[in-house]
């Protein structure tokens, strides 16, 4: 569960979000959409503990698993390798980490490094990587931009599929996407969602 009560955020003096309050009930699939800059970003960078914000309250219930809008891939570690990082040492979780990579149509990308694949090969590795990390809470920062539709579709199913009984908070400004991963659409209006 997330509840954000009579939130206010700034950036240089510029107020970002005004007393925004709005609650993801627990295995919920909520979208927040508006215009580029109006602080959907922001909103989910609290939910997540990386950003303060200037009032008001941020409860969040669970473990949380973050996609980014950049796929924050550590250059240094293969695929496989940035998927395991948040798994244990186990030899165990390498089925885990293999079946993620199948899934999203990556198998033949394991041993490769985020400077040998693409844009959206490295999206598709870090949304295996939050997968695998297995939160309660799962955040998406525009999971599937850059991706084909192919691709897309099969990501979308396996977010679904992954997310079952989970929270799901997407920030998109794509209709299709909130529609096929959501069940509920928060818009951008005069500084707050509704």
């Not at 005004?18 to 009930?25: I, P, Y």
Request: net charge negative; glycine share 8%.
């Amino acid at each position: 569960m997330i509840a954000i009560d009579d939130l206010t955020l700034s950036y240089d003096g510029q107020q970002v979000l005004k007393d925004c309050s709005l609650r993801v009930e627990a295995g919920s699939r909520v979208a927040l959409m508006g215009p580029s800059g109006c602080g959907k970003t922001s909103l989910i960078n609290v939910i997540a503990g990386l950003l303060t914000p200037d009032a008001g309250r941020v409860t969040v219930e669970g473990k949380v698993s973050y996609v980014f809008q950049e796929p924050a891939l550590f250059p240094w570690l293969t695929a496989v390798e940035n998927i395991n990082v948040v798994l244990s040492d186990s030899p165990a979780t390498l089925p885990r980490a293999e079946s993620l990579l199948d899934a999203v149509g990556l198998s033949d990308c394991r041993d490769k490094y985020p400077h040998q694949l693409s844009g959206g090969q490295k999206q598709r590795i870090a949304i295996c990587r939050a997968l695998a990390y297995g939160g309660d809470i799962l955040l998406l920062d525009e999971p599937l931009k850059g991706l084909d539709p192919e691709t897309r579709d099969r990501v979308v199913a396996l977010l679904l599929q992954e997310s079952a009984g989970k929270t799901l908070l997407l920030v998109t400004h794509d209709q299709s996407e909130a529609d096929s991963l959501c069940d509920r659409i928060y818009r951008w209006q005069e500084g707050t969602f509704r």
